[in-house]
């Protein structure tokens, strides 16, 4: 890019040399309300690193509990220091403020957003969710034992690494907390906001709220991880609000079908209305859910699949291609001798195995058969470029009887330009 295409795109140049002398800023990877956030690379080392850049030439507004945008982002700072050091929490590695711009430069994790990852592949399957979830909870543990709430959890401020580990990260709204400190300021995202901040809000007598409402965000975030919709979603904000306020959610839509007990049931336990009798993120990670064999839990499978590079073999040709070339040995032949045999049973009984295809269901509702429903979501996801589920009474299946995004942008465009 050249000087002066960035120094339109990024004014203020003079007052922050620090940074451009040590940093190349490349591409933008993200956007916030007053941020943004682009890769960049540390001129000495070569490295790569994310460069969150906070604008604070519109300082007269509040940002919460009263505090102007600058108070607010050192705030921030002192907080990342404080949760510094964890494997599942952002890594910040550098500061630079002026007096419109303030510069954080964080460890690059260069998967981007679990919402991102989650929009691609709609929904995930219990393992993954089980081993996001799981990291969760740690990363978490570990921020509320510094006595510090977050306040902002969602799948936007969950980051996955190289590894498709997760960096929690946007600690914007997160507060430390002094003994039995509630708090009573309404932040945070509304579809994620736990039932006693809303009525923090609204009832004069009302407690506050404190650690618990980040136990209720994991439990919005993993229902929607399950199934790629939120627990809450409603057309009209209001009426969303007050199913978050009475804990109005279900477990009705065709994907749930599929899903067994331990996640539902901890689902359950994470969104209690009362924040005195939701489960602890201890009891979370003691949950049956979490309690699976051990080869269970490894997911490098998963990893592997997820790079583009790998082709899966199967056993047998596996086992074949070791063979060849080899001395005769009797226990792999036969290990190979009962793969053939068991490939064989599969392929006998293939036709009572697939899932029954009922016509006349899928002429009714296209959405309730599995099959049917994962291509309905992968053509949705083509059409419309982003999320599109909503959630209760509203499918894939009943968006397409509307007009594609792309032809409403040009409708509206042209109702523009007359
Ligand atoms: P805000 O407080 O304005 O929401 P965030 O810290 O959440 O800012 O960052 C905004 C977006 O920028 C994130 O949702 C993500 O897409 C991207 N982003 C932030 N930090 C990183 C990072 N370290 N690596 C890659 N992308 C990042
Ligand atoms: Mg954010």
Known sequence: MAKE????????????????????????????I?????RCIEKETGLEFAAKIIDLSNDSHEVADGKTMLEATLGEVNILRMVAGHPYIIELHDVFESN???????????????????TSVVALSEKKTRYIMRQLFEALQHVHGKSIVHRD???????????LNIKLTDFGFARHLKT???LFDLCGTPGYLAPEVLKSNMYETAEGYSYEVDIWACGVIMYTLLVGCPPFWHRKQMVMLRNIMEGKYSFTSPEWADITEPPKDLIRKLLVVDPKQRITIKEALEHPFFQVLLWDQDMAPLKRSLSTSSR????????????KGRAFDARRMFQFGILCVRAAVRIRRLRFTP????????????????????????????????????????????LFENTPKTELKQIYVSNLSR
């Open 5 to 32: 295409e960035l120094e339109d795109l990024l004014p203020d140049v003079d007052a922050a040399k620090g940074f451009y002398a040590k940093y190349e800023p490349k591409e933008i990877l993200g956007r916030g």
């Open 34 to 38: 007053s941020s943004t956030v682009r």
């Open 100 to 118: 419109t711009f303030v510069f954080l430069v964080f460890e690059l994790c260069r998967n981007g957003e679990l919402f991102d990852y989650l």
């Open 153 to 163: 959890l969602k799948p936007e401020n969950i980051l996955l690494d190289d590894n």
């Open 180 to 182: 039995g400190e509630k």
């Open 312 to 323: 899966r073999m199967s056993r047998i040709s596996q086992i074949a291609l070791e063979m």
């Open 355 to 398: 899932e029954p295809l009922s016509i006349g269901v899928a002429k009714i509702d296209p959405y309730r058969i599995k099959i049917l429903r994962k291509v309905i979501d992968a053509c949705a996801f083509r059409v419309y470029g982003h999320w599109v589920k909503k959630g209760e009474g509203q499918n894939r299946a009943a």
